[in-house]
C-alpha cells in the first residue's frame, strides 16, 4: 500500500514557475514507476510526465522544453518542475504510482497506475 501526497501548486501567472512535489508513504521508490496527470474543469485526466523504474522520462508533446519530472529516492519525493507556464496548463495536478517490476516501461495511461494522491491546484493566469 502506498499512500500519495502532492504539494506545491498555487496561482502563478503566466510565463512563471511552480514546482509541485509528491511525497509517498513507503520509504523507497524503487519498486515503482511513477507519473504527474492532470485535469482540468470539465476535461478528462490527461498524462503530462512520467519517469520509470529506471529512471527514463516521457511527456506530453505540450509540455516538452517546459516541464521536467524527476525523483529523489531517498526522500520518496517526485517533482514536476513547471516553466513558461500557460493559462492552458491550468487544472488539478495529480501524482501516480504503481509497482513494477525491473524494467524500463513508461505508463502513460492513467488506467496503468494504481495509486493515486488528493491532487494540488495550479492556476496559471493570463
Known amino acids: 500500500q502506498v499512500q500519495l501526497v502532492e504539494s506545491g501548486g498555487g496561482l502563478v501567472q503566466a510565463g512563471g514557475s511552480l514546482r509541485v512535489s509528491c511525497v509517498a508513504s513507503?520509504?523507497?521508490?524503487?519498486?515503482?514507476?511513477l507519473g504527474w496527470f492532470r485535469q482540468a474543469p470539465g476535461k478528462e485526466r490527461e498524462f503530462v510526465a512520467a519517469v520509470s523504474w529506471s529512471g527514463r522520462t516521457d511527456y506530453v508533446d505540450s509540455v516538452k522544453g517546459r516541464f521536467t519530472i524527476s525523483r529523489d529516492t531517498a526522500k520518496s519525493t517526485v517533482y514536476l518542475q513547471m516553466n513558461s507556464l500557460k493559462p492552458e496548463d491550468t487544472a488539478v495536478y495529480y501524482c501516480?504510482?504503481?509497482?513494477?517490476?525491473?524494467?524500463?516501461?513508461?505508463?502513460?495511461?492513467?488506467?496503468?497506475?494504481?495509486?493515486w494522491g488528493p491532487g494540488t491546484q495550479v492556476t496559471v493566469s493570463s
Open positions: 513507503r520509504r523507497s521508490f524503487r519498486p515503482y514507476a
Open positions: 501516480g504510482a504503481r509497482e513494477v517490476m525491473p524494467t524500463t516501461t513508461i505508463f502513460t495511461s492513467a488506467d496503468d497506475y494504481r495509486y
